[in-house]
């Protein structure tokens, strides 16, 4: 729903035609953001390290390759020292063969864990965004109250201009004057502290940017208004079961758990170790073979350790992992809740306040019109310029209240369900 108010039209028209900068849209500041943000960069590096670790996880054994070295002489033959003349080499090797599928075992959780640090790192880049969002609020709401003390400003120099001709004239004392340029300093102030608060609003929004563009000529644009209508509660519900990216964490840290339990069993198996060498010396069992080779099998007895520990520990983390997805469901359904709740009572007050915005308008002019013209007090008339201007500055606080929530929204479900 679009705002009939002059002042908030006024916001997203500003900067460009002062310091000539390009305005950024959301969409540009959200493509800024994911390009350059530093903690969204040092995010991703978590799921490239991950990925190498599924490198690791899927290598098989190295071989072992062993040189035996027998038959030192160790007393002197015929008063010669030959202490290497009976030295017999043999080399050998040996291969560990890994039972019950571990290496592939290792592997799927080497990949499901970098599926768990993608899907962590979107839910981080959602609960960032909605930051981004909410100083891209802050930014617009202050360039709507800038706006809004730019023509209160704007406003009162045209009634001054009207009372110093009055006052020339006779029709009006030298002390309404005095008042009514007094009350000028309160329109000064609210500007001074408008300007104070966007180029504060933009130096917070400009860091998510990591961007070191001077303020002036740094600048968005968007718009500053509210919707009428929601959607169904259960519609927000049901995109948010199917988009919240650390409800989909959870579930996925349930299959890890599961692939670590198989894992686990499967550690519990013996591995084989097989080798073989060859060794050019004669046998016992023929003296005129020379060449000799062998083989070995080493089994170890898997009597006392059978991985037991983590067997019953990667049993329990799957039920603690089950637990934990629930209760990230139900974190989830409360925030769509309290969101839903928020922007209804948000929207409620801004059509109330939309309607007393339009009461305290007519108010200001008839009082204005009176004054002017003798049939009222210039108490009274300052008093409905206070109105007037206390109700407006409440409608843009307001509208920036509804945005905000707005945005929370978004986190709650996960994507953009609200522009």
């Keep these: 729903m679009k705002l009939d108010v002059r002042f908030l039209f006024m916001a997203g028209c500003m900067g460009s035609s002062v310091y000539a900068q390009t305005s950024l849209t959301w969409q540009q500041i959200k493509e800024r953001f994911e390009a350059a943000n530093p903690s969204l960069k040092a995010a991703q590096a978590s799921i490239a390290e991950s990925r190498a670790g599924e490198i690791t996880a899927h290598l098989r054994p190295n071989p072992d390759f062993t040189l035996t070295a027998d038959g030192f002489q160790v007393a002197p033959n015929q008063g010669v020292w030959q202490p290497l003349s ?24 080497a990949k499901q864990s970098t599926a768990v640090s993608a899907t962590t ?44 001709t009055r006052f020339d004239a006779g029709d009006i004392a030298q002390v309404e004057l005095n008042r009514l340029e007094a009350q000028r300093f309160q329109f000064e102030s609210d500007l001074t502290s408008a300007t104070v608060s966007l180029r504060t609003a933009k130096i917070q929004l400009r860091q998510f940017l990591n961007d070191t563009t001077p303020i002036d000529q740094f600048d968005i644009d968007g718009p500053f208004d509210y919707r009428g209508e929601l959607m169904p509660l259960e519609a927000y519900r049901k995109a948010a079961l199917e988009s919240r990216p650390d409800l989909k964490a959870a579930a996925q840290n349930i299959e890890l758990a599961r692939l670590n339990h198989k894992l ?17 010396n004669a046998s016992f069992s023929n003296p005129l073979a ?59 007050l801004l059509r109330t306040r939309e309607r007393y915005l339009k009461i305290a308008e007519d108010n200001r002019n008839t009082i204005q019109f009176s004054y002017q013209n003798g049939g009222a007090s210039l108490l009274d008339y300052l008093d409905t310029e206070k109105a007037l201007r206390d109700t407006r500055l ?26």
């Design 121 to 164: 790192y979107v839910d981080q880049e959602r609960g960032l965004l909605f930051t981004l969002r909410n100083a891209f609020v802050q930014t617009l709401q202050a360039k709507a109250v800038l706006a809004n003390a730019q023509e209160n400003l704007a406003y009162w120099d045209r009634e001054l201009e009207v009372s110093r």
């Design 394 to 419: 409440a409608f843009i606080n307001l509208v920036g209240s509804y945005l905000t929530t707005a945005a929370q929204m978004n986190q709650a479900v996960g994507r953009e369900v609200i522009p």
């Design 86 to 109: 009976g030295v017999v080499l043999t080399p050998g090797t040996s291969y560990l063969v890994e039972r019950g599928n571990k290496r592939n075992l290792r592997y799927d959780v």
């Design 290 to 348: 020379n060449n000799t080779v062998g083989g070995n099998i080493s089994i170890p007895l898997r009597i006392n350790d059978r991985n037991q520990g983590e067997k019953a520990r990667t049993q329990i983390d799957i039920g603690r992992n089950e637990r934990l997805r629930d209760a990230t469901q139900a974190q989830v359904l409360s925030d769509v809740d309290s969101a839903y709740e928020t922007l209804a009572s948000t929207q409620n």
């Design 264 to 280: 686990a069993v499967s550690n519990g198996a013996a591995d084989v170790t097989v080798g073989g060498w060859y060794s050019r």
